[in-house]
């Protein structure tokens, strides 16, 4: 592991590839860590990337905090990309990490090529209702995480959650800024996100596209080979700067 320090706050990162290769920094989701994205991580050194793979804050090698604002995970994306002077940098992101790509990208547009975002963790536009909400698979994905290996702070994992459950029409609105190509991931029926909501955001981003892998919330976990050949090909497709030459 790797450390920077983003205002104070400790960083652990994994860093593999070729230095010279276009970057794709690996955003995970709450109650996981930058090793989920190992497999993945893989396939995009092979294809000659540089890849970093970051623990939030609260989670894994990094510090634990006082407080978990949603902004504050954003700062820290962006002033990652800062400390390791990446421009042009692909991210990828699950849930909470595809928030803070999303967050990363209007704000520095200029540090972005381009977004996978797996399962977004969209907020509501309004008070949540008995319509489309789906208490069964919240509690279960709940139960995975207190029932896995922790290695992660339990309340950043509650705040974030508490966060990213108010409605927030400004979040919503600022989607028609985003710049990049944007890849929208759904696990479809069986996750967490409503699959609609997604599809309301993707229609909200200008020529983002969304696709489904009907698995439930943690598609890259679930199904590793579907998520990479689908994000490989949108990289391919993308307007990104050019991967190294092979001797």
Avoid: C, N
Wanted: proline share 7%.
């Amino acid at each position: 592991m790797r450390f920077v320090a983003i205002d104070g706050v400790r960083l652990g990162y994994r860093e593999s590839g070729d230095p010279a290769g276009p970057p794709v920094v690996l955003l995970h989701g709450t109650g996981s860590s930058a090793g989920t994205w190992d497999r993945f991580g893989a396939r995009l050194t092979a294809a000659g990337h540089r890849v970093i793979a970051v623990d939030m804050r609260g989670h894994g090698t990094s510090a634990r905090t006082r407080r978990y604002p949603l902004a504050a995970l954003g700062d820290d994306v962006l002033g990652l990309l800062e400390a390791l002077d990446l421009r042009d940098a692909v991210l990828v992101g699950h849930s909470v990490g595809a928030y803070s790509a999303l967050a990363t990208a209007l704000r520095a547009p200029e540090r972005v090529a381009a977004l996978a975002l797996e399962d977004l963790a969209a907020p509501p536009k309004v008070a949540a209702s008995g319509k489309g909400v789906r208490p069964v698979q919240v509690l279960s994905a709940v139960a995975a995480i207190l029932t896995t290996r922790r290695d992660y702070q339990l309340r950043a994992v509650g705040s974030i959650l508490r966060q990213l459950s108010r409605p927030d029409l400004q979040w919503w609105g600022r989607l028609a800024g985003v710049r990049q190509p944007t890849l929208m991931l759904s696990g479809g029926p069986s996750s967490i996100i409503p699959p609609q909501r997604l599809a309301e955001a993707t229609a909200a981003i200008p020529g983002a596209r969304m696709t489904t892998i009907p698995v439930g919330h943690r598609v890259h976990s679930l199904a590793p080979d579907r998520f990479a050949t689908e994000v490989m090909e949108f990289l391919a497709k993308a307007e990104l700067p050019s991967l190294p030459r092979r001797r």
